[in-house]
């Protein structure tokens, strides 16, 4: 079972800042492209942002510009650093680990969530 360790998150008023890291085993970190996918009450699970090996980056449209995203290959971590935070941010935020088994399949793994609060 692939573990991936979340820390970071809170509650936090609108403007401020918060910052969101995910743990991964080495084996499964070096080869997987990674992301940050956001759950609000009711609604389905959304991406945020991703980042590849390679480092590209892909972000959904409302947090461009005030989300990044980074991975450390050191240690195996990925991050979220979110700026400029707006009540619609309040979710639970989950690290993904996508990792192909196969030239042809992947596999989502996911870390447990955490909660982001912003009030107004």
């Known amino acids: 079972q692939v573990q991936l360790v979340e820390s970071g998150g809170g509650s936090v008023q609108a403007g401020g800042s918060l910052r969101l890291s995910c743990a991964a085993p080495?084996?499964?970190?070096?080869?997987?492209?990674m992301g940050w996918y956001q759950q609000a009450p009711g609604k389905q699970r959304e991406m945020v942002a991703t980042?590849?090996?390679?480092?590209?980056?892909n972000y959904a449209g409302s947090v461009k510009g005030r989300f990044t995203i980074s991975r450390d290959s050191a240690k195996n971590t990925v991050s979220l650093q979110m700026n400029s935070l707006k009540p619609e941010d309040t979710a639970v935020y989950y690290c993904?680990?996508?990792?192909?088994?196969?030239?042809?399949?992947?596999?989502?793994?996911w870390g447990q969530g955490t909660q982001v609060t912003v009030s107004s």
């Open positions: 993904n680990a996508n990792l192909p088994t196969s030239p042809w399949r992947k596999v989502d793994y």
């Open positions: 080495r084996n499964i970190f070096s080869i997987s492209a």
């Open positions: 980042i590849s090996v390679g480092g590209t980056t």
